[in-house]
């Protein structure tokens, strides 16, 4: 695993940053952790990359204690909310940053053109940083990250306040990262780019852990449908019988199926019962209802091991 961690705690004045994180991150996946602004996202990344020491637990990265120097020399990182010297050329910053990183000066003069390519600002390289725009900032920052050619990246809201296009160019870096085997642990709270970007998420709030895994397992197959019919009680029951989950409201009937092999089970329920069937649309569960939904549950019960079980369903 490039990450593993088991009760990993951080407290501040005897307050739980975050607590008994369990986490495996394997070599090659794009990690998406979501939660809420303020739920100890941040906490956990840096307590991983060394900035923070852990109080209590154990973890890895790439298979050397937290902290380790030469699994340091290894990551990449993009702090949320990052400044930079905006006088500086942006080839003049990554040779900064290449000169604290150690890297000689001779890698640094292949490395910075292929770094630049790969954000698509190579020829963008002699403006200074004052003139770029936010989406440039944060290709700049990612180029920055992955100055030494990490095997880790941590990007913590690399699309925080970016419009679409901003988003768009920084989920094909994440894309490219992925395709050259990169392990990536993107920190955010915005779903609509998880889904599209990660493989795999786990949420957290108030500093823990509520589950994780394969987004496929989350969101995938999964459909939710509504009904509009007419006929009797037995339809209902009938329809109860095939779904996971039934909501009715002003004559509207919602009904959350495995798959969509069950929409032609429901209509012929309603026409079997000699009822009406007026309407039938269908949508896919969303990210968002997933969050919605696991934000919602309590952690009084949790306990590490167990919320480590989505990927083997």
């Not at 080839?91 to 630049?116: D, N, Q, S, T």
């Not at 309603?270 to 968002?288: A, D, H, K, Q, W």
């Not at 939904?293 to 019960?301: H, V, W």
Request: hydrophobic share 35%; proline share 4%.
């Amino acid at each position: 695993m490039v990450i593993e961690t088991l009760n990993l705690t951080k407290l501040y004045d005897g307050k739980p940053g975050c607590r008994d994180i369990c986490l495996s991150v394997s070599e090659g996946q794009v990690f998406g952790f979501l939660g809420p602004n303020g739920a100890g996202k941040s906490t956990v990344v840096k307590t991983l990359i060394g900035l923070l020491r852990p109080t209590d637990g154990q973890g890895t990265v790439l298979g050397r204690p937290l902290g380790d120097k030469e699994a340091r020399r290894k990551i990449g990182y993009l702090p949320e909310n990052f400044r930079f010297q905006e006088w500086l050329s942006g080839r003049e910053l990554l040779e900064f940053h290449g000169a604290m990183y150690g890297l000689e000066r001779r890698y640094l003069k292949e490395r910075i053109p292929a770094v630049l390519e790969m954000v698509g600002l190579l020829g963008r390289e002699k403006g200074r940083i004052r003139s770029y725009s936010k989406g440039m900032q944060q290709r700049l920052g990612i180029a920055s990250a992955l100055l030494p050619d990490p095997e880790i990246i941590f990007l913590d809201e690399p699309t925080s306040a970016l419009d679409p296009i901003g988003r768009k160019e920084i989920r094909e870096i994440i894309k490219n990262l992925r395709s050259e085997s990169k392990t990536v642990f993107l920190n955010s709270h915005l779903l609509s780019e998880v889904e599209m970007t990660c493989d795999h998420v786990a949420f957290i709030k108030d500093g823990i852990i509520l589950d994780q895994g394969r987004l496929s397992n989350f969101t995938g197959g999964k459909q939710v449908v509504s009904l509009r019919y007419t006929g009797s009680p037995r339809i209902m029951e009938s329809i109860r019988a095939v779904s996971q989950e039934v909501f009715s409201d002003n004559g509207l009937v919602k009904v959350t199926v495995a798959s969509e092999d069950v929409l032609p089970v429901l209509a012929s329920i309603v026409v079997r019962n000699g009822g009406n069937l007026y309407e039938m649309t269908t949508s896919g569960i969303s990210l968002e209802d997933v969050f919605m939904d696991i934000m919602g549950e309590t952690t009084d019960d949790y306990h590490c091991p167990t919320h480590l079980s989505r990927d083997a369903e």
